[in-house]
């Protein structure tokens, strides 16, 4: 479900999307905090790559989105995971610079909902920095949707293979400060 808020100084809007997902809240994460491999699964991202720790929990990504009609839009985002004791994951982000968005910032949050299921919201805000901005307002919305989609496409084939997702889970665990835990369930 998409939800879009008007937000003054922003020609388009807050784009809000919450979609159901039956894996755990940590196995969708474990799956968005795989930044060097978002390409390879997410629409129009030819490019993901860590370019910078900043901490455990902390790094900027360079990424690069193609677009309809326009060049790519290359970019680098802070992406900062934080946890809370109700067992909500969420990384926010905010972009450092880019070729063409003036400002974008956002952030996933995944909340369990049962016990091998979760709600994913997924918040953007963008202020485009090019002309005739409205035009494509529709196509980014549209590729926003698409990134969700994958996100919960790539969880869903992954949680059944869990070989495949352990790296992802092991990563996850031990940025949360977890290494611990993750070698006593090796």
């Known amino acids: 479900m998409l939800v879009t808020e008007a937000v003054d100084g922003y020609p388009w809007p807050r784009a809000r999307i919450y979609q159901r997902v039956?894996?755990?809240?940590r196995q969708v994460m474990a799956v968005f905090f795989d930044y060097d491999n978002a390409h390879t699964f997410v629409p129009n991202c030819t490019k993901s790559r860590i370019?910078?720790?900043i901490d455990p929990r902390t790094f900027d990504v360079d990424y690069v989105v193609s677009v309809p009609v326009l060049p790519s839009e290359c970019y680098t985002a802070r992406?900062?995971?934080?946890?809370?004791?109700d067992g909500v994951l969420k990384v926010k982000w905010e972009v450092l610079h880019a070729t063409s968005i003036k400002e974008s910032r956002g952030n996933l949050v995944v909340e369990p909902l049962g016990a091998?299921?979760?709600?994913?919201?997924?918040t953007n805000l963008v202020k485009p920095g090019v002309c005739g901005a409205s035009l494509i307002k529709g196509i980014a919305m549209g590729q926003m949707k698409d990134t969700v989609n994958a996100i919960v496409g790539r969880v869903v084939e992954r949680k059944h293979?869990?070989?495949?997702?352990?790296?992802?889970?092991?990563?996850?665990?031990?940025?949360?400060g977890e290494t611990a835990l993750a070698e006593a369930r090796k």
Request: with cysteine; charged share 30%.
């Open 79 to 85: 992406n900062e995971l934080s946890s809370s004791e």
């Open 22 to 25: 039956d894996a755990s809240p």
């Open 161 to 176: 293979d869990p070989k495949a997702l352990a790296p992802e889970m092991e990563r996850l665990a031990s940025a949360l």
């Open 116 to 122: 091998e299921e979760s709600i994913i919201c997924y």
């Open 51 to 53: 370019s910078r720790e």
